[in-house]
């Protein structure tokens, strides 16, 4: 199954853009890139997902690097609602779909 | 909001009881999921379910029992559960099962065994 590589943790101010790194080194021409996040006690929630383009929606923008190795989820200005853990998943159709999931990254958001 | 419902929310049984998670969607989705979590880790799929049948069991143990009665309701049957079954529970619903559809979440059942 091909993986994802996350940093443990990363810190951010509030209002200020955040940048998570995603690196899949070994990922193939039919898996999509996901992103979710999981809020303390609640279960995991959809943030974006994306093929090959780079990729917007109200909660983030997903940009997608050209050899498909590595991804960054932006998040535009950091409130701090967004402090969660932020998981970088691949889904492949070739393995029954399932979503393979990285160890996730640790936002903190500072007022 | 979650529109994926779990209940129940907190469960606590011996090792020889029988419990039941329940789990319900009404978006009409045809594909659910069964995960467990444990502290600090990414959910690890057991079960799902296409179109009310059995795709995937990733070699879970049998004292796990999964059963969708319809498109809407999922449920895990609990039997002789072993301390290390202790974790929170979380069921996903997608519309279908393809590697592009997201997966909405309920907050899952958090369950101990004594």
């Known amino acids: 199954d091909a993986k994802t590589t996350q940093p443990n943790s990363m810190e951010s101010n509030e209002e200020e853009p955040v940048h998570l790194p995603c690196n899949h080194s070994?990922?193939?021409?039919?898996?999509?890139i996901h992103w979710y996040r999981q809020l303390p006690s609640q279960g995991p929630e959809y943030v974006i997902h994306?093929?090959?383009?780079?990729v917007n929606n109200r909660m983030a923008s997903l940009a997608i690097a050209e050899d498909r190795k590595s991804s960054t989820l932006i998040l535009h200005r950091a409130t701090l609602r967004d402090a969660a853990v932020y998981y970088c998943?691949?889904?492949?159709?070739?393995?029954?779909?399932?979503?393979?999931w990285g160890l996730g990254t640790s936002l903190a958001v500072n007022p | 909001d979650t529109e994926v419902t779990q209940t129940p929310k907190h469960l606590v049984m011996g090792m020889t009881n029988k419990k039941s998670l329940k789990c319900e969607q009404h978006?009409?989705?045809?594909?659910m999921y069964w995960y467990k979590q444990k502290a600090k880790k990414p959910p690890e799929l057991m079960f799902v379910?296409?179109?009310?049948?059995?795709?995937i069991n990733e070699s879970v143990p049998s004292r796990f029992s999964p059963e969708c009665p319809n498109s809407s309701l999922l449920n895990l049957h609990l039997h002789a559960l072993q301390p290390e079954d202790s974790a929170l529970y979380l069921c996903a619903s997608s519309l279908v099962r393809d590697a592009s559809q997201p997966q909405h979440f309920g907050d899952g059942t958090r369950l101990s065994i004594l």
């Open positions: 070994t990922i193939s021409g039919t898996d999509y």
């Open positions: 978006m009409g989705h045809r594909a």
């Open positions: 994306g093929l090959t383009s780079n």
């Open positions: 998943i691949l889904s492949s159709a070739g393995n029954n779909r399932k979503l393979i």
């Open positions: 379910y296409s179109y009310e049948k059995l795709s």
